[in-house]
């Protein structure tokens, strides 16, 4: 659907006519009245300013207090081995796993507003793509983490790359966890490239705007030299695009990989032919819940209202709706083939999922992701209210966090044999680590935000009113030169 | 190489994306061929104008794609067929439809880095010194809302003086001489 497409059904309602734009009877994606020098002013003026505001300190100290805490609990875990964890039989993947599903599922938001709805040339994405593609790194940075920790001497997580040793060992490349790897690794590495040569341009204004002399060679080395040469537009607009073009396939990659985690074996619960695409459609669900967690604040707080305004907000919404019906089709799948596949293990797994000792986490996932977003999202009303927004987005991320939960724990605590039947009980230590992750994150989200720039500027330019080619001008002679 | 002390260029600088694009497509039918464009944002009507229609950046990362692809099915074959064939629930040592999926992401691993690189590589960046920053209002707007068109020394129809009165009929805000 074409984002022009968006019309409001009562025209009078005073609410809405403060953010449509009298020419086309369109919701704004940018406020009136921006020029290239005022978005510039105000993006580059967040960062090169001596000012951090006090709030920044406050949130970075708990963000910090968070980070510290993973790294105790982390320096505890290497001196004694994953045995402080709940993990033992028959639940032998725990917080671990499920937090890297969520992490990875997150930071697929990032990559999915940057590429495909670049792609798909949606222009309102280019407000908010910047810091949904921090969001992506730092997402992968938190989750990049639990498979290492998890090796048990991850020290030697070295042994996972093809690397000719002396010992004459080599990788087992049948392995989904192998793949997982080259998944992620391959997913971090391109989304930072991506990220980087995005904001290059950004650089440049920082450079030329700072007036401090540290400033100045900062953002001039991070630069490169950029000078804004047509030539040099031309490759960087190429390039982008092909980088958007290969991180689509990939971003649908690195989800599938990881479900084939679990959808390879052969446990009930696990063994689902509708994994991969379910396992993407949730990856987007709670991404897009994590980008508005984290830019309703940020407008709120750096007033950006003009430049991630209310549109973006209810296009988020739409998004969320979409994907949670993607992942409300993969719950009835995997309920329906419990009893179709007329398998006893299948359907007692399932029973046991939803009503066993541990069924209420699938009534959380059941609430969190489908009780109240699917009936609430519908409302333009709703969309467009920043609080309801808000809880709406915590509401996901917790329901998605329940959903790996589910997936993860419920598969394993019952499995064939009622003799080595268990339950799974987190330790502190699990929740430190958990709950430490979140810190990190939110510790270089803020640092990102004070020295990076967090909304593309070159990008945002493109779409002012002043940046139309009038009169439309003849194209000159047929070409004759490239590179 | 160009030569490193005298006049790089004489640059325009232009309010608008609009005056830019029409000075640069005059200055290109009256013959200029050794110009550029300095925008703070992509103009595509700017390359055009100055006739430049195709780059290499998709050949450099189609190039690069391949020889991931290459690298990782050649790397998994040789480990799994000749350097460690293990027998994994019986199933053949050459299991090439699980050799695709490390493969893939090689593919796009080395396609990605060939598009960043290569793109950087064509534009010759990093290179922290270029003599357009020499320019006094260059650095003023060029990456914030201002438009300049630089012709080039090294174009046979360059001359000092010419050329700065050629500039001046195109209706730009200032002209300035950039030295190296």
């Known amino acids: 659907m074409a984002t022009t497409d968006l019309k409001p059904k009562n025209p009078k309602d005073p609410h809405r006519v403060a953010g449509l734009d009298p020419l086309t009877g369109e919701y704004r994606v940018i406020a009136p009245g921006q020029t290239f020098k005022s978005i510039t002013v105000k993006i580059a003026g967040i960062v090169l300013t001596p000012n951090t505001p006090l709030g920044w300190f406050a949130l970075f100290s708990v963000g910090g207090a968070g980070a510290t805490m993973l790294l105790t609990a982390v320096t505890w875990l290497f001196l004694k081995g994953t045995g402080i964890w709940a993990v033992t039989q028959p639940v032998a993947w725990g917080f671990a796993i499920i937090n890297f599903v969520w992490w990875i599922g997150i930071g697929h938001a990032g990559t999915l507003i940057s590429a495909i709805l670049l792609l798909f040339k949606q222009g309102w994405r280019n407000s908010i793509n910047r810091f949904a593609e921090a969001m992506t790194i730092f997402a992968v940075v938190c989750a990049g983490m639990f498979p290492l920790i998890h090796v048990g001497r991850p020290w030697l997580g070295y042994w996972l790359l093809p690397y000719p040793s002396t010992m004459n060992v080599w990788p087992q490349f049948r392995s989904p966890l192998l793949w997982d790897v080259f998944a992620v690794s391959t997913y971090a590495t391109i989304s930072v490239v991506f990220w980087y040569i995005g904001m290059i341009p950004d650089f440049a204004t920082f450079r030329d705007r700072a007036e401090n002399k540290f400033a100045q060679y900062f953002y001039g080395m991070l630069a490169l030299g950029w000078r804004g040469s047509t030539r040099h537009w031309m490759r960087y607009e190429t390039a982008s695009l092909l980088l958007s073009g290969l991180a689509t396939p990939l971003v649908l990659s690195v989800h599938t990989v990881i479900s084939f985690d679990f959808a390879v074996a052969i446990l009930p619960g696990w063994h689902t032919t509708i994994f991969p695409p379910y396992f993407v459609a949730g990856a987007i669900y709670s991404g897009f819940a994590m980008v508005l967690t984290l830019a309703i604040p940020l407008r709120k707080f750096y007033h950006l209202e003009g430049l991630v305004t209310d549109r973006h907000i209810d296009n988020m919404g739409k998004v969320m709706l979409a994907t949670g019906f993607i992942v409300c089709y993969g719950y009835a799948m995997e309920a329906f083939m419990a009893w179709y596949s007329a398998s006893h293990w299948e359907a007692f797994m399932f029973w046991n999922r939803a009503f066993g000792p541990m069924g209420w986490s699938y009534w959380v996932l059941v609430t969190c992701n489908l009780a109240i977003p699917l009936t609430t999202l519908w409302s333009r009303k709703l969309r467009t209210s920043i609080p309801f927004m808000f809880f709406i987005s915590i509401v996901v991320n917790t329901g998605m966090w329940f959903e790996r939960f589910v997936i993860v724990v419920t598969s394993l605590y019952r499995d064939f044999l009622p003799s080595s039947w268990g339950t799974y009980r987190a330790t502190k230590w699990d929740y430190m680590i958990y709950v430490g992750t979140l810190g990190l994150f939110t510790a270089l989200f803020l640092l990102f935000v004070r020295f990076l720039p967090m909304i593309p500027m070159n990008e945002i330019r493109t779409m002012l009113p002043g940046a139309k080619i009038t009169p439309k001008i003849a194209p000159a002679q047929p070409a004759e030169a490239g590179d | ?180």
Not at chain 2, 128 to 156: I, V
Request: proline share 8%; glycine share 6%; hydrophobic share 45%.
């Open chain 2, 1 to 180: 190489m160009p030569p490193r002390e005298g006049t790089y260029g004489i640059l325009a600088e232009f309010d608008t994306p609009s005056d830019l694009v029409r000075a640069a497509q005059q200055a290109r039918l009256d013959g200029w061929r050794r110009m550029d464009c300095y925008t703070p944002y992509p103009v595509e009507e700017a390359a055009e104008a100055i006739g430049f229609h195709r780059n290499k950046v998709p050949l450099v990362t189609l190039v690069g794609g391949l020889m991931g692809l290459a690298a990782m099915f050649s790397l998994e074959t040789w480990i799994s067929v000749l350097a460690y064939p293990l027998n994994i629930a019986g199933r053949p040592t050459y299991s090439w439809p699980a050799f695709i999926i490390p493969a893939y992401e090689w593919t796009i691993l080395w396609a990605g880095l060939s598009a960043a690189f290569g793109m950087l590589a064509l534009n010759g960046l990093p290179s922290l010194y270029h003599p357009l920053f020499n320019a006094p209002n260059f650095r003023n707007g060029a990456s914030t809302d201002k438009f300049f068109l630089c012709l080039e020394a090294l174009d046979p129809k360059f001359d000092l003086i010419e050329t700065r009165a050629y500039l001046a009929t195109l209706s730009p805000v200032s002209v300035v001489e950039v030295e190296y």
